[in-house]
């Protein structure tokens, strides 16, 4: 091990981040009970203390030591290590939650479970973030958590982009959410998203009304409304492929 700090295997560096922006080893380390000054429901205590082994800050990414300007929105973005029990393995998402709520600045969180694979075990990562999306005037944002599957540890990346901390948070969002550095229009990309899951899950249902269908009219109605749903989805998925 280097003198960066780790979550399991995991460090800024193993991630591709500059040695610039990597958090020592000796400052890494996060008490549980930094997060539990507020009161906290008695599901979030039990997954603070149980489902969650440790949390390790692993890099700080600010103008001074990632090449990018100040943004408007975003001042830093933290990388924050979330160590799984064992037995836990899905992340909770209360606890990225209580974490997020209590700091302004963009946080990605690094989660990693030991999980069985082939016969064995092997160290696994994925990516959480919770990111605000806009609000109209006069309403607080709605914030939205996307996880990235879970993949080997050591294959788990980041890639710095953009020229301010709010393309560079963009940035970032946009691989844990799509797999993809490109930030542009990325809560438009988002919402579009969100459109394909309701509209695909909605065919499903319409299918299986059609299916069931027992007269003419009913056929007939359930195919009318399949065939607007599936124009909607393929109007949703042309837009997705020319951004």
Same mark, same amino acid.
């Given at each position: 091990?280097?003198?960066?700090?780790?979550?399991?295997?995991?460090?800024?560096?193993?991630?591709?981040?500059?040695?610039?922006?990597?958090?020592?080893?000796?400052?890494?380390?996060?008490?549980?009970?930094?997060?539990?000054?507020?009161?906290?429901?008695?599901?979030?205590?039990?997954?603070?203390?149980?489902?969650?082994?440790?949390?390790?800050?692993?890099?700080?990414?600010?103008?001074?030591?990632?090449?990018?300007?100040?943004?408007?929105?975003?001042?830093?973005?933290?990388?924050?290590?979330?160590?799984?029990?064992?037995?836990?393995?899905?992340?909770?998402?209360?606890?990225?939650?209580?974490?997020?709520?209590?700091?302004?600045?963009?946080?990605?969180?690094?989660?990693?479970?030991?999980?069985?694979?082939?016969?064995?075990?092997?160290?696994?990562?994925?990516?959480?973030?919770?990111?605000?999306?806009?609000?109209?005037?006069?309403?607080?944002?709605?914030?939205?958590?996307?996880?990235?599957?879970?993949?080997?540890?050591?294959?788990?990346?980041?890639?710095?982009?953009?020229?301010?901390?709010?393309?560079?948070?963009?940035?970032?969002?946009?691989?844990?959410?799509?797999?993809?550095?490109?930030?542009?229009?990325?809560?438009?990309?988002?919402? +579009? /998203?969100?459109?394909?899951?309701?509209?695909?899950?909605?065919? #499903? @249902? =319409?299918?299986? *009304?059609? $299916? +069931? /269908?027992?007269?003419?009219?009913?056929?007939?109605?359930?195919? #009318? @409304? =399949?065939?607007? *749903?599936? $124009?909607?989805?393929?109007?949703?998925?042309?837009?997705?492929?020319?951004?």
């Amino acid at each position: 091990m280097t003198g960066e700090a780790h979550c399991g295997s995991v460090s800024a560096l193993t991630l591709g981040l500059p040695r610039s922006c990597a958090i020592p080893e000796a400052k890494g380390t996060l008490p549980k009970g930094l997060f539990a000054r507020t009161p906290l429901s008695a599901k979030t205590k039990q997954h603070l203390a149980h489902a969650i082994d440790s949390i390790t800050m692993l890099a700080l990414l600010r103008p001074a030591n990632t090449g990018v300007t100040l943004g408007k929105r975003v001042p830093e973005i933290l990388v924050m290590g979330l160590r799984l029990a064992d037995g836990t393995h899905d992340v909770p998402a209360d606890i990225v939650e209580l974490i997020d709520a209590q700091r302004k600045s963009g946080i990605v969180f690094v989660c990693v479970r030991t999980a069985e694979f082939e016969g064995t075990t092997r160290e696994e990562s994925c990516f959480v973030i919770r990111r605000p999306m806009s609000a109209r005037a006069g309403h607080a944002p709605t914030f939205l958590q996307f996880c990235s599957d879970w993949i080997p540890a050591g294959e788990a990346t980041l890639e710095i982009g953009g020229t301010t901390t709010d393309e560079l948070w963009d940035c970032l969002c946009s691989q844990v959410i799509f797999g993809t550095a490109d930030y542009m229009d990325l809560d438009v990309r988002i919402v +579009r /998203a969100g459109e394909i899951t309701v509209l695909r899950a909605q065919i #499903a @249902k =319409l299918e299986a *009304a059609h $299916q +069931r /269908a027992k007269t003419q009219d009913q056929r007939n109605e359930a195919h #009318a @409304k =399949l065939r607007k *749903a599936r $124009q909607q989805l393929e109007s949703l998925e042309q837009m997705g492929s020319n951004d």
